[in-house]
């Protein structure tokens, strides 16, 4: 096993996008939709899920044993679809902005508590499906292929850090208020 590497991850600040779905939507194009939208709207190169609580009556993962590289002969990649109402206890991803994909998993659980969890394909929503997603400025996600694992996997990439449009108003407010300082000044000798 290689050592492990000490890495400054990328940071920046980070906005939060609040959405509902209603009965009978489809969760996954609504979550790509989403992130479309709130990357495009946001001028950011990477989106979140943040946190997620919701129902679901129809839902299909992709389970955990999917491999590419370690020989598995088991098939791998298993998609199960289960058509019963589950409780979403957990709803996590990555959205890039560069149309390289997202990733996203989900934890559900039924009515007898047992959960089940995997890589989200889709699902269809029973009552409803509350999302809280986030951007995060100057930060890029990105897909590239892995040849290690054989899956395009995340890459995060710190972008430059822009001044916000207030921020660059400051001076210009500044030397506004100091010449109306200096004129009342002068005015008033």
Known sequence: MPEPRL?????????????RLH?????MPALKQAAEIILARSK??????????GSLQRA?????NASRTDGDDTGGNDIKTYNQRFEIVSLVGTFSA????CHVH???????GNTIGGHLMDGTIFT?????MGTADS????????????YNELEVIQLPKQQSDAWKAIPAALMILAAGFIAGRLKAR
């Open 98 to 101: 560069d149309g390289s994909g």
């Open 106 to 112: 989900i934890s559900l659980s039924d009515a007898e």
């Open 7 to 19: 890495i400054v991850p990328p940071c920046g600040a980070m906005t939060a996008h609040a959405f």
């Open 60 to 64: 299909t993962i992709r389970l955990a």
């Open 139 to 150: 930060v890029k996600f990105t897909r590239t292929m892995d040849d290690s694992t054989g």
């Open 44 to 53: 950011c190169e990477s989106a979140f899920i943040v946190t997620a609580v």
């Open 128 to 132: 409803t499906c509350e999302i809280v």
């Open 23 to 27: 009965p009978g939507e489809k969760l």
